[in-house]
């Protein structure tokens, strides 16, 4: 079944610890993004791409990075997480014309950082 | 630029009494306009669009929402709310055309369902 998969689903940290956020997706999706979510609250658009080899920044900033080398594989990476890092990620996938057919989410990585 | 605002932070309805969660939008063109729901603890999930044709849409769970060109709105509806409808419901718009275009999301309306 095509879908979008996050893992891990709860991560808990320390500080100053490196961190991958895995987000894969069976679609053959080109489009992929990245948001961050306080709980409750609205989306924040950190990352996306269009395609492999393709990364820009969102509308929120962010001292996370992100890599796209296999079109079904996009990544974000925290080299040196903070406190101010805890949120809930999440990925979404769309087809070239996400106008059309809007995105699908993945259920999220909820990272605490203690 | 295109832009959502959901004016309501929380909206508290009476469990059989119709949700009405609002939406107006700002876009250069027709608009195609999207609603997502999110449980707590998931992502979102998809219950309707407006591409063209019919301004009144019907998407997932008996939700519904109906399009205006004339008030710039798209508001979502249920006849009859469920306490499982208690979710964190988010209106989308996007400019139709190119195909870099993203989608611009509202900051998000807590439906709360009271038994």
């Known amino acids: 079944e095509a879908d979008i998969y996050q893992t891990p689903r709860y991560l808990v940290i320390g500080t100053g610890k490196k961190i991958t956020l895995e987000c894969s997706q069976t679609?053959?999706?080109?489009?992929m993004y990245w948001y961050q979510q306080d709980p409750g609250m609205e989306l924040h658009l950190i990352h996306y791409?269009?395609?492999?080899?393709?990364?820009e920044k969102g509308d929120l900033s962010s001292e996370s990075t992100v890599s796209r080398i296999r079109t079904e594989h996009f990544p974000l990476t925290l080299e040196s997480a903070r406190p101010s890092h805890t949120s809930q990620y999440l990925c979404?996938?769309?087809?070239?014309?996400?106008?059309?057919?809007?995105?699908?989410f993945g259920s999220g990585t909820r990272l605490t950082v203690v | 630029a295109q832009s959502v605002a959901q004016p309501e932070d929380q909206v508290n309805v009476a469990e059989g009494n119709p949700p009405t969660v609002k939406c107006t939008y700002s876009?250069?063109?027709?608009?195609?306009l999207f609603w997502y729901v999110q449980y707590p603890n998931r992502g979102l999930q998809f219950l309707l669009k407006?591409?063209?044709?019919?301004?009144l849409v019907k998407g997932s769970y008996g939700f519904e929402a109906e399009f205006n060109k004339s008030q710039t709105s798209f508001h979502l509806k249920k006849p009859s709310a469920l306490v499982s409808d208690s979710a964190l419901y988010f209106c989308?718009?996007?400019?139709?055309?190119?195909?870099?275009?993203?989608?611009?999301f509202g900051k998000g309306n807590q439906v709360v369902v009271i038994p």
């Open positions: 979404a996938s769309s087809e070239l014309k996400a106008d059309v057919y809007g995105y699908t």
């Open positions: 679609m053959g999706h080109d489009k």
């Open positions: 791409s269009y395609g492999v080899n393709s990364t």
């Open positions: 876009v250069s063109g027709n608009p195609y």
């Open positions: 407006y591409i063209t044709g019919d301004n």
């Open positions: 989308a718009v996007s400019p139709p055309g190119e195909g870099n275009n993203r989608l611009a």
